[in-house]
């Protein structure tokens, strides 16, 4: 019979390079259930990490997935299968008149 505690699965950061010729919106879902809109420049990278301030200590708030639109209204989302505690790492492009999200460096558990 096993006892123990079983390990933390969680995406703690995504970072995104919007490498499109336009503005993206990137929406990231929060396992508290709040979503934060983020806009990205073209050519322009940013970090999405959220915590959770309890007054004393701070715990990491959970990304569950982010959803990205472009101005004339394409989407991309992704749902996210944490095995462990993750760092993403993406680049937003246009390909064949589609967003997508490219993965740019392999899940890295902390």
Same mark, same amino acid.
């Given at each position: 019979?096993?006892? *123990? #505690?079983?390990?933390?699965? +969680?995406?703690?950061?995504?970072? @995104? ?19 934060i809109n983020y806009e990205i420049p073209e050519q322009t990278t940013i970090d999405i990490e959220? *915590? #959770?301030?309890?007054?004393? +200590?701070?715990?990491?708030?959970? @990304? ?47």
């Open positions: 019979m096993q006892c *123990g #505690i079983k390990a933390p699965n +969680y995406v703690r950061a995504v970072k @995104i390079s919007n490498q499109t010729n336009s503005k993206v919106t990137v929406t990231s879902f929060f396992q508290s259930g709040e979503k959220k *915590g #959770i301030d309890h007054g004393t +200590y701070t715990t990491v708030d959970p @990304i569950e997935s982010i959803v990205a639109k472009n101005p004339s209204g394409m989407l991309q989302s992704i749902e996210f299968h944490p095995h462990g505690v993750e760092i993403h790492e993406y680049t937003l492009i246009n390909k064949d008149n589609q967003l997508l999200f490219e993965k740019t460096q392999k899940d890295e558990n902390l």
